[in-house]
C-alpha cells in the first residue's frame, strides 16, 4: 500500500481488530477509551479536555469540526491549495457560511503574508487550513499561520490527516482550537476513525452556539457525554474493535517514539527521492515544502501514467496513487506513511518502476 492511504496496517493491530467485542459501556472499555484519549492527546500535542476519535473516517473528523464551530452567517476563511481545502470550502458553504478563500497554486504552500493581509482587511470566526495537502504533497505553514491568529478571538481549525504521526503536529503550540485526522495514514490502522480536539477556545464556541449543532450524529455536546465524566451515556454504538485497533495503533508509535517515527518518514523520503531522481524522474514540490508521508512525482512526457500504476500493481502487488483534480494524469503519488515508511518498501517501489519505465 504505497498509495495516499490507507497505508500497510501492522500484525499487531490486525490481532487487536480481532480481539472479542466488548460492550462499548462495559467498565473496561471506559478505560480503553479513557487511554485512547490519553494516547491523542500525547501525540496531537494538547491538553485539551475535549480529544475523541470519532466515528467516521477523515472526512467525518472534518464534518465534525465544521458542523460544531459554524453557524449560518459566520464569516470563514478557508485556505486552498489542493483537494482537501477545497471539500472543507463545500462543506462550510453547505452549512451556510461566509466563504471567503485565498488559493494557491496546487503544489506550491499557503503563502503567510497573503494571510496575514486578508486577516489585515477582516476578521474571521475561523481559519481554516490542511496541514498535509495529500493531493499534492505540500506541508502547509501551520505554526506561522497560528502565530498570525495568535491572542485574536479567531478560531484555528486545522486537517492533520495525513500529517499526524508522520511529521509533527503540535496542536497547543501551534495554537490550533480545532484539528481533525484520520486513522489510515500514518497511523496506519485500518480506515474507520478520525481523531478530534477542541481548545477551551472551540468548546466555549461550541457551547456559546445560537443553534443547534445541525448534525446529530457528530454533535459533540452529545458526544461528549459518552466520553467524559462519570456517568457514560449512550449517544451511538462506538465502533469497539475499531478503538481496539487504533488504541494499539497509537501504543506502536509511541512506543517507537514520535521523533522516532518522524525521522524513520523523513529518512525513507530522502532515499525514495534520491532513487526517483537516479531514474531521471522529478518531484511536484519544491524540496522545503515537501511532506514525507506523501511523494507528488511528475509522469514524463509520453508516458502512459495509468498503465504504469496497472503495471505496479499487477505486476509487482504495489499501489501507488494517480493525480487528482488539475493534476490527474500528470503526476503519481508514493506514500510512505506510517508502516509503509521502510527501507523495504523505498527499494521495492523503486525497482518496481526502474523495469516498468525501461
Ligand atoms: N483530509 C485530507 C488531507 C485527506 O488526505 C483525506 C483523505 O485522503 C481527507 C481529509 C478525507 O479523509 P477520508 O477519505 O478518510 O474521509
Given at each position: 500500500m504505497m498509495g495516499p492511504g490507507p497505508s500497510n496496517v501492522p500484525d499487531e493491530v490486525y490481532a487487536a481488530l480481532g480481539t472479542k467485542t466488548i460492550g462499548h459501556l462495559d467498565p473496561y472499555f471506559i478505560t480503553i477509551m479513557d487511554e485512547i484519549k490519553a494516547q491523542l492527546q500525547k501525540l496531537i500535542k494538547t491538553s485539551a479536555k475535549l480529544t475523541l476519535p470519532a466515528?467516521?473516517?477523515?472526512?467525518?473528523?472534518?464534518?465534525?469540526?465544521?458542523?460544531?464551530?459554524?453557524?449560518?452567517?459566520?464569516?470563514?476563511?478557508?485556505?486552498?491549495?489542493?483537494?482537501?481545502?477545497?471539500?472543507?470550502?463545500?462543506?462550510?458553504?453547505?452549512?451556510?457560511?461566509?466563504?471567503?478563500?485565498?488559493?494557491?497554486?496546487?503544489?506550491?504552500?499557503?503563502?503567510?503574508?497573503?494571510?496575514?493581509?486578508?486577516?489585515?482587511?477582516?476578521?474571521?470566526?475561523?481559519?481554516?487550513?490542511?496541514?498535509?495537502?495529500?493531493?499534492?504533497?505540500?506541508?502547509?505553514?501551520?505554526?506561522?499561520?497560528?502565530?498570525?491568529l495568535a491572542a485574536t478571538d479567531t478560531i484555528y481549525l486545522v486537517d492533520t490527516v495525513t500529517s499526524l504521526g508522520g511529521i509533527d503536529v503540535n496542536m497547543d503550540g501551534w495554537g490550533i482550537d480545532s484539528l481533525y485526522s484520520g486513522t489510515q495514514k500514518c497511523l496506519s490502522c485500518p480506515p474507520g476513525l478520525a481523531p478530534v480536539a477542541f481548545s477551551e477556545k472551540a468548546v466555549a464556541a461550541l457551547k456559546g452556539r445560537k443553534t443547534k449543532v445541525p448534525n446529530w450524529y457528530l454533535d459533540l455536546t452529545m458526544i461528549i457525554k459518552y466520553w467524559e465524566g462519570h456517568t457514560r451515556a449512550y449517544h451511538h454504538t462506538a465502533p469497539v474493535n475499531m478503538l481496539y485497533g487504533l488504541y494499539q495503533a497509537l501504543d506502536l508509535i509511541l512506543a517507537e517514539g514520535l521523533d522516532n517515527a518522524f525521522e524513520r518518514h523523513l529518512e525513507n523520503h530522502r532515499a525514495l527521492v534520491a532513487g526517483l531522481e537516479d531514474l531521471g524522474l522529478q518531484m511536484l514540490v519544491a524540496e522545503k515544502y515537501r511532506l514525507p508521508m506523501l511523494n507528488a512525482v511528475k509522469v514524463p512526457d509520453g508516458v502512459d501514467e495509468a498503465g504504469v500504476r496497472t503495471a505496479l500493481r499487477m505486476e509487482h502487488k504495489i499501489e501507488i496513487g494517480a493525480g487528482l483534480g488539475p493534476l490527474a494524469g500528470k503526476i503519481w503519488r508514493i506514500g510512505l506513511m506510517g508502516h509503509t515508511a521502510r527501507p523495504e518498501n523505498v527499494r521495492r517501489v523503486l525497482a518496481a518502476l526502474k523495469t516498468t519505465l525501461a
Open positions: 466515528s467516521g473516517t477523515g472526512s467525518a473528523g472534518m464534518e465534525t469540526c465544521f458542523v460544531n464551530l459554524i453557524e449560518p452567517g459566520d464569516d470563514i476563511l478557508i485556505l486552498i491549495n489542493g483537494v482537501f481545502g477545497m471539500r472543507m470550502q463545500d462543506l462550510a458553504t453547505r452549512l451556510g457560511a461566509n466563504v471567503d478563500t485565498l488559493e494557491f497554486e496546487w503544489g506550491t504552500p499557503v503563502i503567510v503574508d497573503a494571510v496575514k493581509k486578508k486577516l489585515d482587511a477582516k476578521t474571521y470566526k475561523i481559519v481554516a487550513v490542511v496541514h498535509a495537502e495529500t493531493s499534492t504533497g505540500v506541508r502547509n505553514p501551520v505554526a506561522e499561520i497560528g502565530a498570525l
